[in-house]
């Protein structure tokens, strides 16, 4: 598993969004708006109501004014246009009040087990008020405005677990419906849409077309606090990974499709080609990479749309035709594949939590530890650490807010506090170390505690094939991005829009059931979606 | 006040790391912590801990849980081990951190001799350690925590603000 790979992939039939939209269907779950205490220029407050798996949840939506020069994607805000708590249960007026006078204040705020979730959202300022504007007059947006941004705000966080007071994630990881990975974030986001929605009607005091509203998903503005978190739970990233590694070998060992699945991969496939015109975005380098893909797309539909999905084992064969291709091509394919096999695969799902945390089991002695470092980590082993490229870089958490930060080790000060993302160096250090007679491991950590980090990574790896990114995260050529991808993929983001090698934005929900959608049969089919307003 | 059992954790982590612990060492520290305080644990044995990482128990529990993995191993179900001087104070919440089914932990106390650990495993069971919804701790505790902790922080920058993160200062589009 490797940076770049990470760094290409995209959403699937198993990203945590899709698995909650569906499991909101299957539920036939209704989401109400039992507050809307919003003022004529759009501010004020609005509670909505959701029951999955036998709980309710609310979501707290807080509008306040925010001056333009305090708008800010970066941690370091300390204001928003919009703030959210999904609360557990329904919310009284008290409680209510509770939340709007804090959620404004984010990180300085204080919070309840009650509230499971915080986030904030900031307006998209050039849609937002076309959309009110045009509303106002009698008419729908731009077309082709809402199909360029997407969204109408976007979240510059989205926190769970405990940060600031709220609920710790084990308070609710055994509850139906929640218990998958990132589920009451993703519940969440998918809520905090329907308010921008229902905001912009508000205030322009029209309906928005059906097309339109549901092509408005929720945009995201991703930073470096996202990648330490892959680098920090190996087993997570492993279970997600093998999830879908196992996915894809079951498509691939089908020995024939039917006709009808033909049809419906032929279908999605040129969905994904109208999808990547319709994904363009500012910056050349990564533009670029969009444009190569849509023409490394046109192989892959020639494959799928003539004689490519005939033989035996066809998607085998198709994902080895991919592989002459680009990366990028290779796991748009990897999520076409996986698509139209829900029965397969969507079980899966439930297999992409951690509940234990990392707790490998040690090994007797420093010969066998020697042995898993040789087997698993041949790529860091092979790493010059002596070459200043390869330390270059240090991650670091700033005092300024706790914003995690990237240095550059030769040019500014802080490495001595350096947090731990450098995997691959300490295990090198940890091999080189190792005596060269074997000796048991109890005797061999009493001497060298500084290596148990890479001790226990070693020891996961030897369980899970996929805990590792196979990279050094300190080099020169370590690109954050790509590990923003490769989790905001699984979360079901698409239309990445890199703003630097250090943070992104994304979309989430666009082609999403509205809440009224959600009973459909076709409620989960919007995988890339397309504009068809 | 109370805090949830994740601020408690990664805050003690961070101070653990900011007293000079090795990593790994000062995420164990971070459960245990929690659960020390959750049970009602004096605080006292927390900053204990932290003021000696030379001879310390946040050193040595982390091996004497990989004991416990091993002795099960070899011996089943019931494990006692030796242990170093006052490291029984948090050696329980230790084992109760591992993702084991505990039906019994019991400190022995032993005139002149080091303490033993008694624990009684569950084995058909392997169950995510059991977290109250709050933890109480005291101001005091918690000042000196993001003390330790601080000195992870690395002091910010104009120049960090700038590139440290990427991003543009204002986002009005």
């Known amino acids: 598993m490797r940076l770049s790979r990470m760094g290409a992939m995209f959403p699937t039939r198993l990203s945590f969004l899709r698995v909650l939209t569906r499991r909101l269907h299957d539920e036939g779950a209704s989401l109400t708006r039992p507050v809307w205490n919003i003022d004529a220029t759009g501010y004020g407050h609005a509670v909505y109501t959701i029951r999955l798996g036998g709980h309710d949840y609310s979501l707290v939506a807080v509008s306040t004014h925010l001056p333009d020069h305090m708008r800010t994607d970066r941690v370091i805000a ?90 710790d994630r084990a308070l609710i990881a055994d509850r139906p419906g929640l218990s998958g990975p990132f589920a009451a974030e993703m519940l969440t986001v998918w809520m905090i849409r329907s308010f921008t929605h229902d905001l912009v009607e508000h205030l322009g005091g029209a309906a928005l077309d059906r097309g339109l509203k549901r092509h408005l998903g929720i945009g995201n503005s991703t930073g470096l606090g996202m990648a330490p978190f892959l680098v920090s739970h190996p087993v997570l990233l492993s279970n997600w990974m093998a999830a879908r590694e196992t996915a894809l070998a079951r498509v691939r060992a089908l020995e024939t499709l039917d006709d009808s699945t033909k049809s419906r991969l032929r279908q999605l496939a040129a969905r994904a080609a109208q999808h990547l015109t319709e994904w363009n975005v500012p910056d050349p380098a990564h533009q670029a990479r969009i444009e190569a893909l849509r023409k490394d797309w046109v192989t892959m539909l020639a494959h799928i749309s003539g004689d490519g999905l005939h033989g035996q084992r066809p998607l085998d064969a198709l994902m080895r035709v991919s592989e002459t291709l680009s990366e990028d091509a290779q796991e748009l394919t990897v999520a076409l594949l996986l698509e139209p096999f829900g029965e397969l695969i969507d079980g899966l799902a439930d297999c992409m939590d951690d509940p234990f945390g990392l707790c490998p089991t040690p090994v007797a002695d420093t010969g066998t530890l020697r042995a898993l470092i040789e087997r698993h980590y041949d790529w860091a082993l092979a790493l010059d650490f002596d070459d200043p490229g390869q330390t270059r870089q240090f991650w670091y958490v700033s005092e300024e807010k706790l914003e995690p930060r990237l240095g550059d080790r030769y040019a500014e000060p802080g490495a001595d506090r350096e947090s731990p ?34 001790l226990r990574r070693v020891l996961a790896a030897d369980t899970h094939p996929y805990a590792e990114i196979r990279d050094n995260l300190i080099g020169a050529g370590c690109l954050p991005v790509d590990m923003l991808r490769c989790k905001l993929a699984f979360f079901g983001a698409a239309k990445f829009d890199p703003k630097s090698d250090r943070w992104t934005r994304i979309t989430l929900a666009q082609g999403a059931p509205l809440p009224d959608e959600l009973s459909l049969p076709s409620a989960d089919d919007w995988w890339l979606p397309i504009f068809d307003a | 006040m109370s805090y949830s059992v994740t601020e408690i954790q990664t805050l003690a982590q961070k101070a653990a790391r900011g007293a000079g612990f090795p990593p790994s060492q000062a995420e164990a520290f971070g459960r245990a912590a929690a659960l020390h305080l959750a049970e009602g644990g004096a605080p006292e044995v927390l900053l204990a801990g932290l003021a000696t990482p030379g001879d310390s128990p946040i050193l040595r529990l982390p091996l004497l849980m990989d004991d416990i993995l091993r002795a099960r191993e070899a011996l089943g179900n019931e494990v006692t081990l030796s242990l170093h001087g006052d490291d029984g104070q948090l050696a329980p919440v230790y084992a109760r951190a591992l993702p084991l089914g505990l039906r019994g932990i019991d400190i022995e106390e032993i005139a002149g001799e080091p303490s033993k650990l008694h624990i009684t495993l569950d084995p058909e069971a392997r169950t995510p350690c059991k977290l109250p919804p709050r933890v109480d701790a005291p101001q005091a505790l918690i000042d000196r925590l993001n003390d330790l902790a601080a000195r992870t922080y690395v002091p910010a920058t104009e120049e960090s603000r700038l590139k440290g993160a990427g991003a543009g200062l204002t986002d009005n589009d």
């Open chain 1, 421 to 454: 993302l450098d995997i691959a160096r300490r295990v090198q250090a940890l091999h080189r170390d190792l005596p060269a007679q074997s000796q048991p491991l109890p005797e061999f950590r009493r001497s060298h505690p500084d290596h148990d980090l890479a």
């Open chain 1, 78 to 167: 300390t204001a928003w246009d919009s703030s959210y708590v999904l609360y557990d249960g329904v919310p009284d007026a008290n409680e209510v009040a509770r939340i709007a006078a804090n959620a404004p204040r984010q990180e300085a705020g204080r919070f309840t087990e009650r509230d499971l979730v915080l986030s904030r959202a900031n307006k998209s300022v050039r849609l937002f008020n076309h959309v009110v504007e045009r509303l106002r007059a009698g008419q729908q947006p731009d077309a082709g405005l809402i199909r360029d941004v997407g969204y109408l705000m976007r979240t510059t966080a989205v926190y769970g677990n405990g940060k600031f007071g709220i609920a």
